[in-house]
């Protein structure tokens, strides 16, 4: 259709054809961080997104939940969609029980829509706060979002830069739900694991109901390798936060590939070779089946058997 939007100049497409991974994900594993682009001909991008992304529908990421040995996703709301939450809904109803949603609303949002949403498997909201994906909202409408959705039960995903944690510590200390903290809380993996600035995000971890995602290598690294042509050692310089965070609080950590990977510049990587990369971040047996299986159960199909 001619009247479709072009994509942003130098969008780099999800990697097509991925790798057969070597590392067999256990029975159950959920991929607790993805999203669905479109398609844009049925799914219109809002007219405030800050990129214009490829199509990446629900099939293609359940064709990919498939290869790679994954059990269920958790479809978090893409910030190209803004709080037009159709793409995300639809997939979720479409896997049949094996998807989780994570929406964007308003502080208009209604109790009704809210539960139309949770009927749907909507379990959190997102709060982003990368100022150059989103508009930044106010607190005051973010406190009314978040009083709404505690009474249903969910959660709020937080995605912020490490460097922006100490002005946002005690806001995110103040909300009423438990707190989803996206890609280890993007910390610069140039300074030491150790440091100053990583201490003070796992402090907050351990202050709080806090959960954290352990994904997103790719976005992270500085050094790489990158997980392409067959790399199973990738992204060795982001392994130590990875590690640490598992190893500090191996019941509140979750993984998750982040298809299609939005807004990355450098390189696409090859999913199958993220799936490789898991057992760098969790050497144990029991470290991955609580990262991939546990963790996601509990949090997201609570009660029910994998």
């Not at 893409?78 to 949603?101: L, Q």
């Not at 954290?212 to 992270?220: G, T």
């Not at 998750?256 to 807004?263: A, E, F, I, L, V």
């Amino acid at each position: 259709m001619s009247d479709l939007a072009p994509k942003t100049p130098g969008w780099l497409d999800w990697y097509a054809g991925p790798s057969v991974p070597e590392f067999r994900l256990p029975d159950g594993a959920v991929d607790a961080h993805c999203h669905v682009f479109g398609p844009q001909a049925r799914f219109p991008f809002a007219p405030e997104r800050k990129y214009t992304p490829c199509d990446g529908g629900k099939e293609d990421l359940f064709a990919l939940r498939d290869h790679l040995g994954v059990s269920r996703n958790v479809i978090v709301q893409a910030t190209c969609h803004g709080a037009d939450n159709s793409a995300m809904v639809d997939a979720v109803r479409a896997a049949g029980g094996r998807a989780r949603g994570i929406a964007t609303v308003r502080p208009g949002v209604t109790a009704a829509e809210l539960r139309e949403l949770d009927e749907a498997g909507v379990r959190g909201v997102r709060f982003n706060f990368v100022r150059r994906l989103v508009d930044a909202s106010p607190e005051e409408d973010l406190r009314a979002i978040a009083a709404k959705i505690a009474p249903l039960g969910w959660h709020i995903v937080l995605y912020f830069e490490a460097a922006d944690l100490p002005d946002l510590e005690d806001f995110f200390s103040s909300l009423p739900t438990p707190l989803v903290v996206d890609h280890l809380g993007r910390p610069d993996v140039t300074e030491p694991v150790d440091g100053p600035e990583f201490s003070r995000f796992l402090r907050f971890v351990d202050r709080g109901d806090v959960w954290v995602k352990v994904s997103c290598p790719e976005r992270l690294t500085v050094t790489g390798p990158a997980a392409l042509d067959g790399e199973r050692n990738a992204y060795a310089d982001v392994v130590p936060f990875g590690r640490r965070t598992v190893e500090e609080f191996p019941d509140r950590v979750l993984w998750g590939t982040d298809w299609p990977h939005p807004n990355l510049k450098d390189h696409m990587p090859d999913d199958g070779l993220l799936v490789d990369h898991i057992p760098h971040i969790a050497p144990t047996a029991e470290q991955r089946h609580k990262l991939l299986v546990a963790n996601p159960m509990r949090l997201y199909w609570p009660g029910e058997a994998v």
